[in-house]
């Protein structure tokens, strides 16, 4: 790859939403490359699970699978982060390793961080038996002894979630005043059979490798076998802002505005999976990948007929 090399189209990221995109441009003939900065969302898991097909299968094998899928068509892939992109004529990005490429369009598929509770022991059990997602384990830790890291007034929704689960479910509310709680809350958590635990969350307990419980700051330990929590989602959007692309408020953070295909407000950029919205499991990361794609040959092929000759 030289310095100014050109491809057609840039892809931002090499989780589930860039490979699907980068799959079906390279089975459409586009000359394509994937940037992956190799720090996928889902990596903490053993698991992901939904996936029609691909229930169960582990996260470090489903994106092997893609490189080597993405692979067959001519698809480039580089272990390297975009830090800078600029618009003229066509898009200019600045790789971490100081090379430079150029693209006619642009795929943004660099996902969200999740910023654990500092609780300790959720960040060295997130992904085992500390989780934030029903549909993602739910059924793999199902009927256990559940307590719910509550971060925001939110979780209590979470907490109802869960009891779909597990009928033994605790709401630790943390650093949530009780006040916090609406009339309606605490009467759905009633109904739902949830018990509400006052008090700020000292640590989890782990015995031999096995979570055993959630310890208050006043000592108290309830003993509980998994616990759900949220991370604050924080959104990758640093090069869509570079663009100047239009981001809106969520109660995630804020996310690109964007089309049904994923569109962004700034022409020729696509946002896809995570970097697109909070919500997009696997499966719907590598669907919309698979729409921008799809959009984004039409308009090129486009583009080049009515070219002037």
Not at 22 to 31: D, E, F, M
Not at 121 to 146: I, K, L, M, S, T
Request: proline share 5%; hydrophobic share 45%.
């Amino acid at each position: 790859m030289t310095e100014t090399e050109k491809y057609e189209v840039i892809v931002v990221g090499g989780g589930a939403a860039g490979l699907s995109a980068a799959l079906v441009l390279g089975r459409s003939r586009r000359r394509t490359l994937v940037l992956d900065g190799g720090e996928p969302r889902n990596a903490p898991a053993a698991h992901m699970q939904g996936y029609l097909s691909r229930d169960g299968m582990s996260p470090a094998e489903f994106l092997e699978i893609g490189r080597e899928e993405i692979a067959r068509y001519g698809v480039e892939l580089v272990q390297d982060r975009a830090v800078d992109v600029t618009r003229g004529e066509d898009f200019t990005v600045v790789l971490e390793s100081g090379r430079t490429v150029e693209a006619r369009r642009l795929v943004i598929a660099t996902g969200l961080k999740d910023e654990l509770p500092k609780v300790p022991g959720v960040a060295e059990r997130f992904g085992r038996d500390v989780v934030h997602c029903p549909y993602c384990h739910g059924w793999e830790v199902r009927d256990q002894a559940f307590g719910v890291l509550a971060t925001t007034p939110m979780s209590v929704h979470q907490a109802l979630m869960v009891s779909q689960w597990s009928k033994d479910v605790t709401l630790f509310l943390h650093t949530v005043a009780e006040e916090e709680l609406s009339d309606e809350d605490l009467r759905r958590l009633a109904a739902a059979g949830v018990k509400v635990v006052p008090g700020e969350v000292a640590e989890l307990v782990v015995e031999e490798d096995r979570l055993t419980g959630v310890r208050l700051v006043d000592g108290t330990t309830h003993a509980r076998e998994v616990v759900f929590t949220a991370p604050r989602a924080v959104p990758q959007t640093g090069l869509l802002e570079r663009l100047g692309a239009e981001l809106q408020e969520s109660p995630f953070g804020a996310y690109p505005v964007v089309d049904p295909t994923g569109l962004t407000s700034v022409p020729g950029v696509w946002a896809v999976g995570n970097a697109m919205g909070f919500a997009e499991q696997v499966v719907n990361a590598a669907a919309g990948g698979y729409r921008a794609a799809a959009t984004i040959n039409a308009e090129l092929l486009i583009a080049d007929l009515d070219a002037p000759s």
